[in-house]
């Protein structure tokens, strides 16, 4: 297994224990047009013992402006944004799952660096490649029957991780720089557990709201 060593930016909001929802949004709010369209990750990381921002209510505010929240996702992050996600599985777990209102969004041909793709309320199914610097969203799962070299982010308005659980994205060769579902991110600077470079990969949320991925040449780790 080769590691690919790899370093992506992305905006970030981090959240300090004086930050209220308010003001959060007004901060938003004056740099929406900058931000809309883009991915931005939300650290809570400092909020560890107060967490005064509630993660449903941030993550629509900001997909209200126009702007794409990614969740932390790391090991003991008790903020208020990860904080959110675990709570949403027990408060929401009778919220049906996402609910794609259109047949599949079907794009033939490659998505070039500096590309978006968006399927709002469906599936996304990329008949081509996924340059590095190009970015595809849904509402639902995405699949690319090409390459992914690029952003892939799933579940972009799942009201938390469980409700995406059902969505997924697949490809038939795997090289991402970030696969995202329902809000939780993996920045792919190292091959992740299951994945094989280069191989088919289908990645899912699992019952622990973890990203997992299952590789068609698993066998060969």
Do not use: W
Not at 189 to 208: H, S, Y
């Amino acid at each position: 297994m080769n590691v690919i060593a790899k370093t992506y930016i992305l905006p970030t909001l981090r959240l300090t224990s004086s930050c209220t929802l308010s003001s959060v949004v007004s901060s938003l709010t004056n740099k929406a047009s900058f931000f809309r369209g883009s991915p931005m990750v939300v650290d809570g990381t400092s909020l560890v013992n107060a967490p005064q921002i509630e993660r449903h209510a941030l993550f629509e505010a900001m997909r209200s402006l126009g702007v794409i929240p990614i969740d932390v996702q790391a090991t003991g992050v008790g903020s208020a944004a990860a904080a959110g996600s675990r709570e949403d599985q027990h408060s929401h777990g009778s919220r049906s799952s996402v609910r794609l209102t259109s047949p599949p969004m079907v794009h033939t041909g490659h998505v070039r660096s500096g590309q978006m793709l968006y399927a709002q309320g469906r599936d996304l199914i990329v008949i081509g490649n996924v340059h590095p610097g190009a970015e595809v969203i849904a509402d639902g799962s995405i699949h690319v029957l090409g390459k992914l070299a690029g952003r892939a982010i799933a579940g972009v308005h799942a009201d938390s991780a469980h409700a995406a659980r059902h969505l997924c994205v697949s490809c038939a060769r795997f090289s991402p720089e970030i696969v995202a579902i329902g809000g939780l991110f993996s920045v792919c600077e190292e091959v992740p557990k299951g994945a094989v470079p280069d191989a088919e990969v289908v990645a899912f949320l699992n019952d622990e709201n973890e990203i997992v991925y299952i590789s068609s040449e698993a066998n060969v780790l």
